[in-house]
T-cell receptor
Framework: GDSVTQMEGPVTLSEEAFLTINCTYT??????LFWYVQYPGEGLQLLLK?????DKGSNKGFEATYRKETTSFHLEKGSVQVSDSAVYFC????????????FGQGTTLQVKP | DTGVSQDPRHKITKRGQNVTFRCDPI?????LYWYRQTLGQGPEFLTY????????KSRLLSDRFSAERPKGSFSTLEIQRTEQGDSAMYLC????????????FGQGTRLTVV
């Protein structure tokens, strides 16, 4: 079945460091891919998305490129801030139309000043 | 619009009791989803509605679980005869119909079964 695998956390970085959180997926067809973020005490929020191969999603300095050949959607940011500390979830929608999301297990990011 | 709201935010119940959660989606959204999230894991899909029709249910949704969306607006999720394994965060999300559209999540209801 369809699935998402994320790198295990927690990831601890110093402010201004480069961030990569790996995400790979298994799906039939051509899924849409998403990164959601959950800040402490808040609900899940969409960070970025890509709906077809080679698309790059970007938002708030974060980027991820839909790589069909490697079935990956790695999240990157050039310079993290303390305020980026959160749990990041990679997700896919392989349903074609239902909007049903399949999530990875989440990766906790802690950024230290 | 204040986004997706869920009530209650926290619920502690004794094993064997019934509980009901409510979700109010964003008003113009015709799709509503329920997910369950346990500690250290990502959300798992339970069920979804388009308008008032329940279109898909996960195998995770045992016979003790029932969800409704009677007028295509708010939704309720009921768990009968709760078990300790039901302890989790129950998340509601809403969206417009269509693939690849953004789902907006509520803050969830945390259920603890003692």
């Amino acid at each position: 079945g369809d699935s998402v695998t994320q790198m295990e956390g927690p990831v601890t970085l110093s402010e201004e460091a480069f961030l990569t959180i790996n995400c790979t997926y298994t799906a039939t067809g051509y899924p849409s891919l998403f990164w959601y973020v959950q800040y402490p005490g808040e609900g899940l929020q969409l960070l970025l998305k890509a709906t077809k191969a080679d698309d790059k999603g970007s938002n708030k300095g974060f980027e991820a490129t839909y790589r069909k050949e490697t079935t990956s959607f790695h999240l990157e940011k050039g310079s993290v801030q303390v305020s980026d500390s959160a749990v990041y979830f990679c997700a896919l929608d392989a349903s074609g139309n239902t909007g049903k999301l399949i999530f990875g297990q989440g990766t906790t990011l802690q950024v230290k000043p | 619009d204040t986004g997706v709201s869920q009530d209650p935010r926290h619920k502690i119940t004794k094993r064997g009791q019934n509980v009901t959660f409510r979700c109010d989606p964003i008003s113009e959204h015709n799709r509503l989803y329920w997910y369950r999230q346990t500690l250290g894991q990502g959300p798992e899909f339970l069920t979804y509605f388009q308008n008032e029709a329940q279109l898909e249910k996960s195998r995770l949704l045992s016979d003790r679980f029932s969800a409704e969306r009677p007028k295509g607006s708010f939704s309720t999720l009921e768990i009968q005869r709760t078990e300790q394994g039901d302890s989790a965060m129950y998340l509601c999300a809403s969206s417009l119909a269509g693939g690849g559209t953004e789902a907006f999540f509520g803050q969830g209801t945390r259920l603890t079964v003692v």
